[in-house]
Nanobody, 124 residues
């Protein structure tokens, strides 16, 4: 009923920038919190940044001042602008959306959905 499609990953040199996008589609009524996570090889998935429905944000210390999250509710899309990238930012980045949607039985449901992941590689 709900699909998330990520885009924008790639290979960039240290100090460069990338912008990730995550677009949701389907029988969505409203989106609550949105967030970006990342998982580096051999490490656990970690929260990078989250944004609430009212626009409040929470950043991991490691990305403060370099990454910026934004959302476009009309487009059901969340963005992650990543500047001053470092090799340690290399990971697969996943978006996560908490939202209300129409279930197959027609009722209103709430759930968490994940994007497919996009690789970000920062070379030194």
């Amino acid at each position: 009923q709900v699909q998330l499609v990520e885009s924008g990953g790639g290979l960039v040199q240290a100090g460069g920038s990338l912008r990730l996008s995550c677009a949701a589609s389907g029988s969505i009524f409203s989106i609550n919190a949105m967030g970006w996570y990342r998982q580096a090889p051999g490490k656990q998935r970690e929260l990078v940044v989250a944004i609430t429905s009212s626009g409040g944000t929470s950043y991991a210390d490691s990305v403060k001042g370099r990454f910026t999250i934004s959302r476009d509710n009309a487009l059901a899309t969340v963005y992650l602008q990543m500047n001053s990238l470092k090799p340690e930012d290399t990971a697969v980045y996943y978006c996560n959306l908490n939202l209300f949607y129409r279930g197959r039985d027609g009722s209103t449901k709430r759930g968490d959905y994940w994007g497919q992941g996009t690789q970000v590689t920062v070379s030194s």
